[in-house]
């Protein structure tokens, strides 16, 4: 039997993704002991992988969900969908990918350069927000682009955007710390904090947003944090509502 700490470990999933997958009846543990702590067996284990292959494709979920508990969904359609999504994501990354060779050709040329050609080629491939909405649609419901809305400009001066980027800097200062360390367990506090103000209490969104971030995606305009802060953010907060299960 494993401790959700221990599947957190083992997954390389964070504990309070766990704990989410719990509450919205993705993945209930198997046993759950007087003082409320999670324990899990090993078909807890390969159901947690089905869902994570599921997530990485691209799966939103609710849609997950439904393959688990629904036989009737047809999964086969869904892929298809899917796959068709991709393709599309495909073609467009090409086109930019073209306009990007055609800049540095003008750039390597070191002769006679046309900015206004320039600034016309790059204005093919600028995130637009139309685009930013045609990628949205793909990753997001329209209750989720609401969220987001307060992220679709560059540049932006929101609260929560003045509130991220001073405590991404706190936590860049503080990288040298343990995670398990106080100042480290204030920022994750605050992290959690300003994540559950940030996305309205939506933590599925908010995981969504995150696994986006990790992987980089292109065009969608979240806050770029550099791997660093990403590796020890996740580890304070592993850490800290290790110690809030351990408290209860």
Not at 66 to 84: A, C, G, P, T, Y
Not at 226 to 235: A, N, S
């Amino acid at each position: 039997m494993y401790s959700i700490g221990k599947l957190a470990n083992i997954s390389h999933v964070s504990i309070r993704t766990l704990r989410y997958y719990d509450e919205i009846g993705l993945l209930l543990p198997t046993y759950k002991n007087n003082a409320g702590h999670r324990f899990y067996i090993s078909e807890d284990v390969s159901k947690l992988h089905y869902i994570l292959t599921l997530k990485d494709l691209g799966f939103p979920l609710e849609t997950i969900r439904q393959f688990l508990f629904n036989h009737e969904f047809d999964l086969q359609s869904v892929l298809r969908i899917r796959k068709k999504i991709i393709q599309e994501e495909q073609k467009n990354l090409k086109k930019v990918e073209t306009s990007i060779e055609t800049l540095l050709t003008i750039l390597e040329s070191g002769e006679n350069t046309d900015w206004d050609s320039i600034f016309e080629t790059l204005s093919t491939f600028s995130t637009d927000k139309s685009l930013i909405r045609e990628l949205w649609a793909k990753y997001f419901s329209e209750e989720e682009q609401q969220v987001l809305n307060k992220f679709s400009e560059p540049g932006g001066n929101s609260e929560e955007e003045k509130s991220w980027e001073k405590l991404t800097s706190e936590v860049r200062a503080n990288l040298n710390k343990d995670p398990s360390s106080p100042i480290a367990q204030e920022l994750a506090k605050r992290w959690v904090e300003l994540v559950d103000k940030t996305y309205e209490g939506n933590d599925e969104l908010a995981l969504k947003v995150w696994d986006l971030n990790k992987s980089r995606e292109p065009h969608l305009r979240f806050f770029p944090f550099e791997q660093e802060i990403i590796i020890f953010i996740e580890k304070a907060i592993e850490h800290y509502f290790l110690q809030k299960e351990s408290s209860r």
